[in-house]
Structures are given as C-alpha cells and as structure tokens.
C-alpha cells in the first residue's frame, strides 16, 4: 500500500551538509505521519525526525534539534531530511518511515508500517 525509496546518502566532511530524500507512493492515509530514522551496527534503530504531514507539526532529536530540519513536498509526494553542522556521531544508515498515527510518540518505532531500504551517511572528522 505503501513504497518508500530513500536517496541522497553519501560521504562528507565534519561541518558539511547533506539532504536526504524519500520519494513516496501509496495510500496517503497510511502516510500521513513520515519520519526518519538512523542506525549503526550493534545497536537499535533511534528516531532522528517526524511530521505530520496533514498538520505541518515537526518533532526533532535533541541530538539533532537546530541542525537538521525535516519538510515534504505534496506536489512530488517526497520526505527531506536537511542536515547541517554534521559531525561523525551522525555517521548511520538513515531509513525513511511511515504511519497512520504515532500520537506523542514519535520516535517509537512501532507507530511506523512502512520503511525504505536505508541509505548511508558517513561523516569523517
């Protein structure tokens, strides 16, 4: 019902910027909360940014608030993660997610059905 593909992911100096993408398809209703997630090996998938696309309402990592910063475009039906100011501990595969509803609970997983394949961001210092 759903099909997420992520892209955008790649190699950057500490300091640089990097924009993720996640191009979307399917029913809206069961998109209508999008998100991204991050993850290194050995240790669990963490919630980086949320919205609610039908309120335009956004909810942030506080290791991530101020430097990254996540919007959608109706029109092409696609997700952006916009990250600034990265730094090495932001090195992770990135995943696209989506739900119908996740309440105050953003970054827990479980609120989210859908997942794209990943994409990888590897910050050096």
């Known amino acids: 019902q759903v099909q997420l593909v992520e892209s955008g992911g790649g190699s950057v100096q500490a300091g640089g910027s990097l924009t993720l993408s996640c191009a979307a398809s399917?029913?809206?209703?069961?998109?209508?909360?999008m998100g991204w997630f991050r993850q290194v090996p050995g240790k669990e998938r963490e919630g980086v940014a949320a919205?609610?696309?039908?309120?335009?309402?956004?909810n942030y990592a506080d290791s991530v608030k101020g430097r990254f910063f996540i919007s959608q475009d109706n029109a092409k039906n696609t997700l952006y993660l916009r990250m600034n100011s990265l730094k090495p501990e932001d090195t992770a595969m990135y995943y696209c997610?989506?739900?119908?509803?996740?309440?105050?609970?953003?970054?827990?997983?479980?609120?989210?059905?859908?997942w794209g394949q990943g994409t990888q961001v590897t910050v050096s210092s």
């Open positions: 919205i609610y696309t039908c309120g335009g309402s956004t």
């Open positions: 399917g029913n809206t209703y069961m998109r209508n909360c």
């Open positions: 997610a989506a739900g119908p509803w996740f309440g105050g609970f953003w970054s827990n997983k479980s609120r989210y059905y859908y």
